[in-house]
């Protein structure tokens, strides 16, 4: 496989950190001791100052996601860049961290995926062809905020053609719906076989839609009434359309007997594959609505956890269960880089059909994960960062 960014600068100084300075690159001279850290004050000192962050100190609700406008630069290590970002995803997973469902050392930068332009590098970064104003998308802790540092590894090159906006998007909920449609099933679904994709209206089941018609399966997706305008353009075979449930993530999932039509639609041998963000209102509807020999698999907890089941439940179809994450599925360089590829390469030729719902400013930061949570999204919802 083809590397991303080709080695090209030979690095034959002390060494040095190149930044970004009021628009111009210079060198600054750095510690040489490998474990010092390069303080990014040297290199950018007219931001140094101004990192504004949204930040979680206790857990709780949205109101616990708070802006501080002095949240303190990050410092540069050997083998990273800092990044300026334009932007910053929003993703469930966000809104688990700062419940305190996944729990993280407090305090901490809310987010995970983000967007921007390369600001400094380090020595290690510059030999990898990577340079100060290369638009990357990336994914690591601590994106809501003006500046994070990334490890060189993360970084996605963000070819011409796709949008800052766009490539942010893909980090998370475009790399989840590839491994969910490409690897996660085991190959227990074969192309021209059923796939059943609960909340294609939003977020990341609609790139999983998209892709899962990519990989040649046939897909009922489930939707809410209020967004069968959008699940309808994503190409589903069958889309089953349920009533909402007001301020909720997710639909009324007992609206509509989904088993009785799916079993309908497979002419009664059920679905290879489910894919399932819901969580504990549709676990039920999932395993009982796969064929002999299928796989569930739950990759999020929308409507809450999936409560323990006992596994011998799984016996009258020998069906397979999976509770996959995307770290998982990108252990390596290689394996990061061949999903964002394949990604990538679809949005340019037109085959993906990227919804960016609603971008927040930075400062509405309690406001965004609100508006995730209460189930208004469209699409991609992102914070736009100054």
């Given amino acids: 496989m083809t590397s991303v960014y080709h080695n090209d600068v030979v690095m034959d100084k002390p060494s040095k950190i190149k930044a970004l300075n009021d628009g111009a690159v210079r060198n600054v001279e750095a510690a040489r001791q490998p474990d010092v850290r390069v303080s990014m004050n040297s290199s950018l000192d007219s931001h140094s100052a101004s990192n504004a962050a949204a930040v979680v100190r206790e857990v709780g609700d ?42 993280r050392d407090l305090p901490f930068v809310g987010g995970q995926e983000g967007g921007g332009i390369v600001a400094a590098v380090s020595d290690e970064a510059a030999a990898e062809g990577i340079k100060v104003g290369d ?32 490539a942010t998007s ?16 085991a190959d227990l679904i074969k192309p021209g076989e059923w796939c059943l994709i609960h909340g294609v209206g939003g977020g990341t089941c609609q790139w999983a839609a998209q892709m899962a018609k990519l990989r040649g399966f046939k ?49 009664g041998k059920g679905c290879k594959a489910v894919i399932d963000g819901i969580g504990k209102s549709t ?30 439940r799984l016996i009258g179809k020998s069906a397979y269960v999976t509770r996959p994450k995307l770290l998982d599925y990108t252990v390596d360089r290689a394996e990061l880089v061949w999903r964002a590829n394949e990604v990538f390469g679809w949005l340019k030729e037109g085959k993906l059909n990227v919804s960016v719902d609603r971008c927040f400013p930075l400062d509405e930061a309690a ?19 100054d």
């Fill in 62 to 103: 949205a109101h616990a996601l708070k802006v501080e406008n002095d949240f303190p630069t990050p410092q540069i290590k050997p083998g990273q860049v800092i990044v300026k970002n334009q932007y910053a995803g929003i993703n469930f997973i966000d809104t688990y961290h700062r419940k305190g469902l996944y729990p």
């Fill in 219 to 267: 897909v009922i997706g489930t939707c809410s009434k209020g967004k069968a305008d959008v699940a309808k353009t994503l190409g589903c075979d069958e889309l089953i359309v349920l009533d909402e449930v007001e301020g909720a993530s997710y639909e009324d999932y007992e609206s509509v007997d989904i088993v009785a039509r799916v079993m309908e639609v497979t002419e």
């Fill in 135 to 166: 638009p990357v998308a990336y994914s690591v802790f601590g994106t809501y905020a003006q500046y994070t540092a990334v490890p060189a590894s993360k970084l996605l090159p963000v070819p011409e053609g796709v949008g800052l906006d766009v």
């Fill in 367 to 385: 406001e965004g994960h609100l508006y995730l949570e209460a189930g208004k999204s469209k699409g991609k919802v992102l914070y736009q960062i």
């Fill in 170 to 185: 893909c980090v998370v909920q475009g790399l989840t719906a590839h491994y969910l449609t490409t690897s996660a099933h």
């Fill in 283 to 312: 676990v039920d509807i999932s395993i009982n609505s796969l064929a002999h020999r299928g796989i569930f698999v739950s990759f999020g907890n929308a409507s809450g956890a999936v409560p323990a089941f006992p596994v011998l």
